[in-house]
């Protein structure tokens, strides 16, 4: 199994295209049928070992509980029941319109009381357009689904070795259906005021201080797969800081900055997994700084005990 194999997002864009309002579909369930969490942390999806699922939601109506996966192996939509019951449709050839309603239909032979809100996508271009409607979005290429299932789970494993280095709030390591990245969330627990005009979404979010670390697989503000790591709130001086290696870059983006990586160099690297590790970590470095992050919290190898961490430190 190679190492973050390619996936220019030229390669799949359109499949890509219909494969995230897919995920929005069931994401909005996942929404609706779960218990809210701070931060949202819910919401996303979490990786299984042949795709992404919602994990359990429920109980329904009749005490059942329920969840939805993509198996990205066998390219099919699953839904299935504490109790056993389950229905299941083939990802391929289905445009937006006709997922939404096959998985529509699915929930009610299951007898799942589930009523998603607002069923059209969040922060598209085609956001005013339900997803009932949306026969444009419609390719499905099976390999490139494939491969960048393989990507999100090795990139999944190189997030979780990057939180291990964190004893304080952290949040899971998570597929946000939302933007269609990957991510994992370190907090001071400082409280923090979000700008007056700031949404609901964005308010419990960023209601504490935090630094963010993930990837995601490229859009129309940064064309190609990526490595990403931001502070929020964003302390003075953060974008003259270095980062490594020398091909990061700080890029502006809505009024802050992000840390940026490319995929590409990543794969370039004589050591790719330690290159994404080492920008992980200097970009978290530049923002922990800053803003005054205790270094009590930082746990090299995710060890808190302190004769175990002496040990393990020499």
């Known amino acids: 199994m190679e190492l973050f194999p390619p996936l220019p997002l030229e390669s799949w864009r359109d499949t890509k295209?219909?494969?995230?309002?897919f995920a929005q579909v069931v994401g909005k369930l996942r929404l609706a049928g779960s218990t809210r969490?701070?931060?949202?942390?819910?919401?996303?999806?979490?990786l299984t070992g042949q795709g992404i699922t919602t994990r359990p939601m429920g109980p329904t109506g009749d005490g059942d509980a329920f969840c939805v996966d993509f198996d990205l192996v066998a390219h099919r939509l699953v839904l299935r029941t504490l109790s056993g019951r389950e229905e299941s449709f083939p990802l391929a050839g289905h445009s937006v319109a006709r997922f939404y309603q096959d998985t529509m239909d699915a929930l009610d032979h299951l007898g799942i009381e589930v009523e998603p809100a607002l069923c059209h996508p969040y922060d598209l271009p085609d956001a005013a357009r339900p997803f009932a409607d949306d026969d444009e979005h419609h390719s499905y290429d099976p390999a490139a689904v494939n491969r960048y299932w393989v990507i999100l789970s090795q990139v999944a494993l190189l997030l979780e070795q990057h939180a291990a280095g964190y004893s304080g709030k952290t949040s899971p390591v998570?597929?946000?259906?939302?933007?269609?990245?990957?991510?994992?969330?370190?907090?001071?627990?400082?409280?923090?005021?979000?700008?007056?005009?700031?949404?609901?979404?964005?308010r419990e979010a960023y209601s504490r201080e935090v630094i963010s670390a993930g990837f995601w697989f490229g859009d129309d503000n940064v064309p190609a797969p990526a490595f990403y790591s931001y502070t929020a709130p964003e302390p003075p001086g953060l974008a003259d800081r270095p980062l490594r290696p020398p091909a990061a870059t700080w890029t502006a983006n809505r009024g802050a900055h992000l840390a940026v990586l490319g995929y590409e160099d990543v794969r370039?690297?004589?050591?790719?997994?330690?290159?994404?590790?080492?920008?992980?970590?200097?970009?978290?470095?530049?923002?922990?700084?800053?803003?005054g992050w205790p270094r009590a919290r930082e746990c090299p190898?995710?060890?808190?005990?302190?004769?175990?961490?002496?040990?393990?430190r020499g």
């Open 17 to 21: 295209e219909t494969l995230h309002r």
């Open 37 to 46: 969490r701070n931060h949202w942390w819910n919401v996303p999806f979490h």
């Open 174 to 202: 998570h597929h946000f259906w939302h933007t269609f990245d990957l991510a994992v969330t370190r907090f001071s627990d400082r409280v923090v005021e979000p700008a007056p005009d700031a949404d609901p979404v964005t």
């Open 268 to 291: 370039a690297a004589a050591d790719p997994w330690q290159t994404a590790l080492d920008f992980l970590d200097s970009a978290y470095r530049a923002g922990a700084e800053l803003a």
């Open 301 to 312: 190898g995710g060890v808190t005990d302190p004769r175990l961490g002496a040990a393990a």
